[in-house]
């Protein structure tokens, strides 16, 4: 059995070993060693969230190469038109092999709730039942448990995600709620053009710009 398939099988029988430890160094735990020391790393390894805005009750977890993950999202909205980024996370900047970013997607879909299947085929796609806020949550706290930029980690000394570092690899996408409603119907997207406008009111008055 390889190395990466025997991850994949461990990260779920060994979850709270792997939330506790983070990413990286549970590999280094399980496997004794850094199976990613000999891989070379590549100038754009994005992680990304994106959404639908007519339901933000699901999410798509993905990972491009490009140079911004905005080509990626383009690609998709060929084919759904309500399909937008909501965050990404820039892992060029902490240093990753593609193989790491491949086996960290897939790390991230089995621990954050359950995928959604693809109707037509059954197998499972990038869409998971969790709200993007939710999700968001959750892979600030993984990937700033995992990668350090420059030396430093991305968690303060009560494990907590360090923002004023972290804020470096990660970027939102909260778009001005009137940009939406040019484009659709208010009613299509009332739950997702409500959060924009409480996100804009709170950054305005200092506010915290999470309701979760």
């Not at 990260?11 to 430890?21: D, F, I, K, Y």
């Not at 639908?52 to 190469?65: P, V």
Request: hydrophobic share 35%; proline share 6%.
């Amino acid at each position: 059995m390889g190395c990466v398939t025997s991850f994949l099988i461990l990260a779920h029988a060994l979850s709270p070993l792997s939330g506790v430890l983070g990413f990286r160094l549970y590999l280094e735990v399980v496997f004794r060693m850094n199976p990613y020391q000999n891989e070379p790393l590549i100038p754009n390894a994005w992680i990304y969230i994106a959404i639908d805005i007519r339901d933000l009750s699901i999410c798509k977890i993905g990972l491009t190469t490009a140079v911004s993950p905005w080509q990626r999202i383009q690609q998709g909205t060929t084919s759904n038109p309500f399909y937008l980024l909501f965050n990404s996370y820039n892992l060029s900047i902490v240093g990753i092999s593609k193989k790491e970013l491949q086996d960290l997607e897939r790390y991230l879909h089995r621990k954050i709730e359950r995928r959604i299947p693809i109707v037509s085929s059954g197998s499972v796609s990038e869409w998971v039942e969790s709200h993007p806020l939710q999700a968001e949550n959750w892979i600030d706290s993984y990937i700033s448990n995992s990668f350090e930029l420059n030396g430093f980690s991305l968690q303060n000394e009560h494990g907590e995600v360090n923002y004023s570092l972290f804020n470096k690899v990660k970027e939102v996408c909260r778009p001005d709620p009137s940009s939406i409603t040019r484009a659709v119907r208010y009613e299509q997207c009332q739950e997702y053009v409500d959060y924009l406008i409480w996100y804009h009111n709170s950054a305005r008055l200092g506010q915290p710009n999470k309701p979760l």
